[in-house]
C-alpha cells in the first residue's frame, strides 16, 4: 500500500523540510498514530507519515494507517534470529521510505544500538507516567502500586537503555483516589495524545536540543 493520504496531495513531492517524513512503531492498537494522524490533517503538525511499521500483524493501529492512505509494513520480530538483525530490518525498511524521524508509539519490543546509531537524536518514544518513575510495562498499574498522587506522560529521546533517554516534554496527572487502572490508564492516554504531536513538532522545528544529556527547548 504506497497511495498518499487525501490530506497530503497537495504538498508537492521534494518539498519537505529536511525532518519532515516520519516513520511510526506500533505494536498494538495505535491510539497514539491516531494522535498523529489527527494532528497532521489539522494542521496541528506540519509532517507527513511515509510509513506504519507493526511488529504485531494482527495490530489494531495497522487499519487506521490504511484508513489513512498510509503505507503499513509488519515486520514480525519473530522472523529475525536476533535484536541485531531485526534491527537492521527495521533501520532499512525506514531508510528505503526515506524516513528521518521515527516515533514509538507504543511499540513494545527495546530496541539495540544498531538502530539507535542508525537514527541519531531522532527517534521519539511516549511513555505513560513520569519518566524517571515507572520505566517499562505495566507503568500506570506501578504507579497506583506505588501510591503515588500525580502520575503522567513523558515523550523522550529514545537511546539503548530502557525508557531512560533525554525528556522532551511531560504532562501531569493527578492520580485519584478511586482511580481503577482503567480509569488512570485513560487520563494519562489523553494526555499522550497531546504532548507527542507537540514534541514532534518541536523536534521537527530544530527547537530541541541535547546538553549534557537533557533536552533544552529554544
Ligand atoms: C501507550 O500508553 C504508550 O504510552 C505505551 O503503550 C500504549 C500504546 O497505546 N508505550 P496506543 O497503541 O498508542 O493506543
Redesign the pocket.
Known amino acids: 500500500m504506497t497511495s498518499v493520504p487525501k490530506a497530503f496531495s497537495s504538498v508537492e513531492k521534494g518539498s519537505d523540510p529536511v525532518m519532515d517524513r516520519l516513520g511510526v512503531l506500533?505494536?498494538?492498537?495505535?491510539?497514539?498514530?491516531?494522535?498523529i494522524i489527527d494532528a497532521i490533517q489539522a494542521g496541528r503538525l506540519r509532517a507527513r507519515i511515509a510509513v506504519v511499521i507493526s511488529n504485531r500483524a494482527a495490530a489494531p493501529?495497522l487499519a487506521r494507517a490504511a484508513a489513512a492512505g498510509i503505507e503499513t509494513v509488519v515486520l514480525s520480530h519473530r522472523a529475525e534470529a536476533s535484536r541485531v538483525v531485526y534491527d537492521h530490518a527495521l533501520v532499512r525498511a525506514l531508510k528505503d521510505r526515506g524516513v528521518t524521524l521515527v516515533c514509538?508509539?507504543?511499540?513494545?519490543r527495546l530496541l539495540g544500538a544498531v538502530f539507535c546509531d542508525a537514527f541519531p537524536n531522532a527517534i521519539l518514544?511516549?511513555?505513560?507516567s513520569l519518566l524517571p518513575a515507572f520505566p517499562g510495562v505495566d507503568?500506570?498499574r506501578q504507579a497506583l502500586d506505588a501510591g503515588v498522587a500525580i502520575s503522567g506522560?513523558t515523550v523522550h529521546f529514545v537511546t539503548p537503555e530502557l525508557d531512560a533517554g533525554p525528556i522532551i516534554l511531560q504532562a501531569a496527572v493527578p492520580v485519584q483516589a478511586a482511580d481503577t487502572l482503567e480509569s488512570l490508564?485513560a487520563r494519562?492516554?489523553e494526555q499522550?495524545h497531546q504532548i507527542l504531536p507537540e514534541a514532534i513538532q518541536l523536534v521537527l522545528d530544530g527547537r530541541c536540543y541535547i546538553d549534557r544529556g537533557q533536552v533544552v527547548i529554544r
Open positions: 506500533i505494536s498494538g492498537r495505535g491510539s497514539n498514530l491516531q494522535a493501529g514509538l508509539a507504543g511499540f513494545m518514544n511516549v511513555h505513560p507503568a500506570q506522560a490508564s494519562i492516554l499522550e
